[in-house]
């Protein structure tokens, strides 16, 4: 276990996110939907707006794991994550990154929007300087109220 401190500023004592979220051990306000396999969300611990999170609700590693309901779900997830973040958030460009050699069991996979400050080209080597610059720089009252706006658009717009 491990104290973790939310987006939004609320630590708590977590071993697994995927699962402690899944659970309700996390005190989380991030999250768009869930749907029978998988949990949408903002980022557990990063404040960038429209820096989503598709979490599976049951314990996996790998999308290799899944059963072919699980990825037919996924997939379709994915695709209404994205059309719903151009659409209603007007993201014109993400990078999206699942990763299976970090240490970390529980299977997400990331879909992260392209910001100005971020540079040219997102890659996986600086992806961890974007994240840590907004973990140390984005948790302001102005930028926190995006993310809240980016999520309640996002919900709407997923629970149809």
Not at 62 to 76: A, Q
Request: glycine letters at 6%; proline letters at 2%.
């Amino acid at each position: 276990m491990a104290e973790i401190e939310s987006f939004d500023g609320k630590k708590n004592d977590l071993g697994c996110i995927g699962c402690d979220i899944e659970s309700g051990k996390a005190d989380f306000s991030g999250i768009i939907i869930k749907t029978k396999h998988f949990i949408l969300g903002q980022d557990y611990e990063t404040p960038i707006p429209g820096f989503f999170i598709i979490n599976s609700r049951r314990h996996v590693a790998s999308i290799l794991d899944f059963s072919n309901e699980e990825m037919k779900e996924f997939t379709e997830l994915l695709f209404r994550t994205r059309k719903a973040m151009k659409d209603v958030l007007g993201v014109r460009e993400v990078a999206v990154f699942q990763n299976e050699v970090s240490g970390n069991s529980h299977f997400h996979a990331w879909i992260l929007p392209k910001a100005e400050w971020m540079g040219g080209k997102i890659e996986a080597k600086p992806l961890n300087s974007i994240l840590d610059y907004a973990k140390q720089n984005l948790r302001t009252k102005e930028n926190l109220k995006k993310v809240e706006e980016a999520l309640k658009k996002m919900r709407k717009c997923m629970e149809k």
